[in-house]
C-alpha cells in the first residue's frame, strides 16, 4: 500500500516538475531574447575593439592593449578575468607604409606593408622594378638573380581581370567567362611553374632576392573580389615587402611590359620589440552545484593585420563576450563553471587553444561542452557532432529549447566528424572535448574578409552577430543545467580512402610556444 502510494505519487508528480523545468527555462531563454534585444553592447565593444585598438597581430603591442582591454571590459561588467601567459613570440610593430608611383605619372598607390616587414630606416626608398623572370631552372634562376640589384621585384602573376567570378557570370556572355577562366588557370598554372622553376620556397625565393641586392619585393595576393588582397607575413630581414592591390599591380606591370620604366617610392617604417610574451584571456562564472564541470565558450581573438580583423575572429569574439555579459546577468550562479577562452596566435597555428589544452588537463577532462565560432558575421547555419556518437543525445536536445527563429536556417549532422584543423575547437576535439564550431553564413567571407585589407567594421552584420549570442546564450544555459555529463564516447571513423588504413582521432598536438623565429 504504502510502496503503491509512493509509486503514484512519482507517476503524478514527475509531469509537474517536468514543465516546471520546461517553463523556467522558457523563461530564461525570454529573459535572455530581451537583453540581447533590449541592451545590446555589441556596437560598443566593436568599436572600442576594432575601431580604437585595431588589428591583433601576436606579438604585437596592439594584441596586448586587446588582452588588457578584455580583461578591463570583463571586470567592468562583474566577470572574473585574466590573461594567462602560454609563450612567447617576435615582438614588432606596424608603422606607416607610403607607397608611390613616381614614373612615368605620378600616383599614390594602394599597398601595405606586410606583417613583420623590416623598417626603411625613415626614409623613402626610390627606384625601378623588375618582373620574377621565367627561366628554365634554378641554375639559370641563380645566373639572372644579379639582375635584381637595387630593383622592386614583382613576385606575383599579373591577374588578367578584378572583376570578380559572380559578376562575369552575372554580365558576361557565356563564352567569355568560359574563355576568361581557360586562360586564367592557364597563366595561373604557369605562373606556379615559374616560381617552382626557380627551385625555392616562397620564403627562401624573397631571401634570395634579398640577397641579390633587390630594393625590396613587391607581390599582389589577391582575393578574388572587388579591391580585396590577402595581407600576411614578410620573410625578408633587411628590405621591404609590401603587397599593391591589384588594379595598381596591373597598372605597373603593363607599364614595365611596355617599356614605359616605372619607378615606385616606398617607405615602411615598423619596429622590431625582441621577443614578447604572448597570452589567452579567460573569463569565468563560477559554478555552484558542479563548479569543477565546465561549459566553455571559445573565439580566437588574434588577427592578420591588413585591417582589423573585425569578421576573422572580431565577430566570433563579440558573441562570446556578448554571451558571457548576458548570462552574468541573468544566470550569474551557473549549475557549471561557464568559461570563455579568448585565444592568442591561432592564425599561425592555433598555438593558444592548443597550449590552453595542455595547461589544463584538469578543465578539459571535465568539460560538459565547448562552443567554437570563427568564420564571419553570419548567422549560424550549421552544427555538427564533431564525430562523439552521442552527439544527436545531447546536442538534438539542447537546441530542442531554442526557439524556431534562431534556428530556421540550421543545418545539423549527427554524429558529423572530428574537426583536425581551421580553428580552436580542433585543439580540444583532440583532447576528447566535445567541441562543437557554429558554422555561420558566409557573407562571402572567404574572399571578402577572411585575412583581407578589407576585414573591417562595416562588414559586421548586426542583427546576424545579436542572433549567434543569443542561440549561444541559450545553448551554454541549457548544457550548463543539463542534469547529464555529455557522452564523449567517439564514433569509429570510417577508413582511409587513399590508404584503407582505420580512420585515426586527430591527435593532440603541442603549441608553437616560442614564435617568429625560426
Ligand atoms: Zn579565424
Not at 599561425?348 to 568564420?375: C, T, W, Y
Amino acid at each position: 500500500m504504502k510502496n503503491l502510494f509512493k509509486f503514484l505519487s512519482i507517476v503524478f508528480l514527475l509531469p509537474s516538475v517536468i514543465s516546471f523545468a520546461q517553463s523556467k527555462d522558457s523563461l530564461m531563454v525570454a529573459a535572455i531574447i530581451k537583453e540581447a534585444n533590449e541592451n545590446s553592447q555589441l556596437k560598443n565593444i566593436a568599436h572600442e575593439l576594432f575601431d580604437d585598438i585595431g588589428p591583433r597581430l601576436v606579438g604585437t603591442p596592439k594584441m596586448q592593449q586587446a588582452h588588457d582591454w578584455a580583461v578591463s571590459k570583463y571586470t567592468s561588467w562583474g566577470i572574473t578575468a585574466r590573461n594567462e601567459k602560454w609563450g612567447e613570440w617576435r615582438g614588432w610593430e606596424r608603422g606607416v607604409s607610403q607607397i608611390d608611383m613616381v614614373q612615368p605619372w605620378i600616383k599614390t598607390l594602394e599597398g601595405t606593408q606586410l606583417a613583420w616587414c623590416p623598417s626603411t630606416g625613415g626614409k623613402s626608398i626610390t627606384a625601378e622594378l623588375i618582373i620574377l623572370a621565367d627561366v628554365a631552372d634554378s641554375l639559370a634562376f641563380i645566373q639572372w638573380l644579379p639582375n635584381v640589384k637595387g630593383k622592386f621585384v614583382m613576385i606575383s602573376m599579373m591577374q588578367p581581370t578584378g572583376r570578380p567570378d559572380y559578376n562575369w557570370t552575372e554580365f558576361g556572355t557565356k563564352e567569355s567567362v568560359e574563355k576568361m577562366k581557360k586562360e586564367r588557370t592557364e597563366q595561373t598554372d604557369a605562373w606556379r611553374k615559374r616560381i617552382s622553376k626557380t627551385g625555392l620556397s616562397n620564403k627562401n625565393l624573397a631571401l634570395a632576392l634579398e640577397k641579390a641586392g633587390a630594393a625590396g619585393i613587391v607581390g599582389s595576393n589577391w582575393s578574388a573580389g572587388f579591391g580585396v588582397n590577402k595581407i600576411f607575413g614578410a620573410s625578408t630581414t633587411k628590405i621591404p615587402t609590401i603587397d599593391i592591390a591589384l588594379e595598381d599591380y596591373g597598372l605597373l606591370y603593363r607599364l614595365l611590359e611596355s617599356g614605359k620604366n616605372p619607378k615606385i617610392s616606398v617607405r615602411t617604417d615598423s619596429k622590431e620589440l625582441g621577443m614578447v610574451p604572448t597570452f589567452n584571456t579567460i573569463a569565468e562564472i563560477k559554478g555552484t552545484e558542479k563548479p569543477d564541470e565546465y561549459v566553455m565558450l571559445s573565439a580566437h581573438f588574434d588577427s592578420w593585420d591588413g585591417a582589423t580583423g573585425a569578421t576573422d575572429n572580431g565577430t566570433g569574439t563579440l558573441v562570446m563576450m556578448e554571451t558571457m555579459r548576458i548570462l552574468k546577468i541573468l544566470y550569474p550562479n551557473p549549475k557549471r563553471t561557464i568559461l570563455v577562452g579568448h585565444w592568442g596566435s591561432e592564425e599561425q597555428g592555433l598555438n593558444g587553444s592548443r597550449a590552453f589544452v595542455e595547461d589544463h588537463p584538469d578543465i578539459v577532462k571535465n568539460m560538459q561542452v565547448l562552443f567554437n565560432q570563427d568564420n564571419g558575421t553570419g548567422r549560424v547555419v550549421n552544427i555538427g557532432g564533431a564525430g562523439f556518437l552521442h552527439s544527436y543525445d545531447y546536442l538534438g536536445r539542447w537546441l530542442a529549447r531554442v526557439p524556431s527563429g534562431y534556428k530556421q536556417e540550421l543545418e545539423t549532422r549527427f554524429p558529423g566528424s572530428p574537426a583536425g584543423g581551421g580553428s580552436d575547437n580542433a585543439s580540444f576535439v583532440a583532447a576528447g572535448v566535445p567541441a562543437i564550431g557554429l558554422g555561420s553564413n558566409t557573407w562571402l567571407y572567404f574572399s571578402y574578409t577572411w585575412h583581407t585589407n578589407r576585414d573591417t567594421y562595416d562588414k559586421i552584420v548586426f542583427d546576424d552577430v545579436r542572433n549567434n549570442a543569443i542561440l549561444t546564450a541559450i545553448l551554454v544555459y541549457i548544457a550548463s543545467e543539463d542534469p547529464d555529463k555529455a557522452s564523449r564516447e567517439k564514433i569509429i571513423l570510417p577508413a582511409n580512402q587513399r590508404t584503407g588504413e582505420p580512420g585515426k582521432w586527430p591527435e593532440q598536438r603541442s603549441p608553437t610556444r616560442k614564435g617568429g623565429v625560426d
